[in-house]
């Protein structure tokens, strides 16, 4: 069992609570702003953090439960005030009350690591319905998406080499 098994395996059926992004508040220039620092997001679940974080060449992700939300280095001994934002409700509706991990489909490419917990990208499906993405090949970090952005990243996206695989995991019954 790789690491990424692993890890989905102690999460299994927990519920989604938010998506935060971390940032700083830019006080420059008129009312404060946030300003975020997407190579970084948290999944809110079960009151815990799985932090999804973008590696290497900007090309992989890993993932790690945490206990708290940490600062991200780029603003360790920086001025800027650290926040965070809440994006979940842009992507996800949790009102029907059934927000538990019910599937994931990531995909390894030859840079991934999956006995290390990397990844290339990554889908998770709360519920029946609610679909969160996460590509961390995007210039300005990790790509979030709802439905179908797993799929067209596999139609359109995918690595030059052709080196990608894609699996799925689901929760034991």
């Known amino acids: 069992m790789t690491a990424v098994e692993q890890l989905l395996d102690s999460i299994a059926g927990w519920e ?20 975020p620092l997407a190579d970084q997001l948290y999944l809110v679940l079960d009151g815990k953090y799985l932090l999804i974080e973008s590696v290497g060449n900007r090309g992989q992700l890993s993932m790690r439960i945490s ?25 996800l509706d949790t009102s029907d009350g059934n927000s538990r991990l019910a599937g ?27 679909v969160l993405f996460a590509d961390p090949m995007w210039h300005l ?12 990243w596999s139609a359109h996206d995918r690595d030059p080499m052709n080196s990608v695989r894609g699996f799925r995991w689901t929760p034991a019954k």
């Open 16 to 35: 989604l609570e938010d998506v935060l992004v971390p940032g700083y508040l830019d006080r420059d220039d008129g009312p404060p702003r946030f300003a």
């Open 67 to 91: 206990g708290r939300i940490e600062v991200p280095a780029a603003l360790l001994g920086e001025d800027e005030e650290f926040a965070v934002s809440s994006v979940g409700s842009l992507f």
């Open 104 to 130: 994931v489909r990531y995909s390894l490419n030859f840079e991934s690591d999956a006995t290390q917990g990397t990844v290339r990208c990554i889908e998770f499906c709360f519920g029946g319905f609610n």
């Open 141 to 152: 970090g990790i790509r979030l998406g709802g439905a179908g952005a797993y799929d067209d």
